[in-house]
C-alpha cells in the first residue's frame, strides 16, 4: 500500500513538471509576433559566445535565488518540512516557478525596462496573463486534487508578489549592469 501510493504521488509531481512546461510552452507561442524595439534590428548584431555566456552565468541564478527563497518561505513559513504537506510545497513552487518564467521573457526580450518602457505583442501580453491567471486558478480548480495540488493559503499570496517583484528588480538590475559593461 506504501508503494502504490509512493507511485501515485510520484505520477502527480511528474504532471505538475509536464503541466508547467506545457502551459510555459503556450505562453511563448506568440514570440514570433513580438515586435522588438527598433534599435534591436537597426543594424546587424553579431553573435558573441562569450556574450550569451556570460548572459546565462549572471542571470541564471537570479532564477534559482528566488527559487530557493520560494522553497525558504514553503519549509519555514508554511511546515513544509512535513512531509505531510509535501504537495502544499510542491503547489507553492509550481505556482512560483510558473509565474517567474512567464515573465523572464518580457524582462529579456528588450534592453530597456518591460512594461514601461518597452511593451510585448498583445498575444504575448495576452497568452503571459492568461497562463500566468491558469497557474494561479489550478491549484483551487477542481483538477488541482487530480494534479496534485492544494489550495494555497492566503499569506502565499503577498509573499509571492514579493518574490516577483523582489526577481523582476534583481534580474532587470543584472540586465542593466551588464548592458552598461557592452558585456551584452
Known amino acids: 500500500m506504501v508503494l502504490a501510493t509512493a507511485v501515485i504521488e510520484g505520477r502527480k509531481v511528474f504532471v505538475n513538471i509536464l503541466m508547467n512546461h506545457l502551459l510555459y510552452d503556450v505562453s511563448q507561442l506568440p514570440i514570433p509576433t513580438d515586435r522588438v524595439d527598433p534599435e534591436q534590428i537597426s543594424h546587424p548584431r553579431p553573435w558573441s559566445m562569450e556574450q550569451i555566456v556570460r548572459f546565462i552565468v549572471l542571470i541564471g541564478p537570479c532564477s534559482s535565488l528566488f ?77 488541482g486534487p487530480e494534479l496534485g495540488f492544494e489550495p494555497l493559503p492566503s499569506l502565499y499570496w503577498p509573499l509571492l508578489m514579493l518574490t516577483l517583484l523582489g526577481y523582476t528588480v534583481v534580474t532587470q538590475g543584472v540586465k542593466m549592469w551588464l548592458l552598461k559593461r557592452h558585456w551584452l
Not at 509535501?86 to 534592453?111: D, K, M, P, Y
Request: net charge neutral; charged share 10%.
Open 67 to 143: 527559487d530557493y527563497t520560494t522553497y525558504f518561505i514553503m519549509l519555514y513559513v508554511f511546515d513544509c518540512w512535513n512531509p505531510a504537506r509535501a504537495a502544499l510545497f510542491q503547489t507553492g513552487w509550481f505556482v512560483e516557478s510558473l509565474l517567474t518564467q512567464t515573465l523572464i521573457i518580457h524582462i529579456i526580450r528588450t534592453n530597456k525596462i518591460p512594461f514601461l518602457q518597452s511593451h510585448a505583442s498583445w498575444a504575448l501580453i495576452g497568452t503571459t496573463v492568461a497562463v500566468m491567471a491558469i497557474g494561479i486558478w489550478l491549484p483551487s480548480s477542481p483538477l
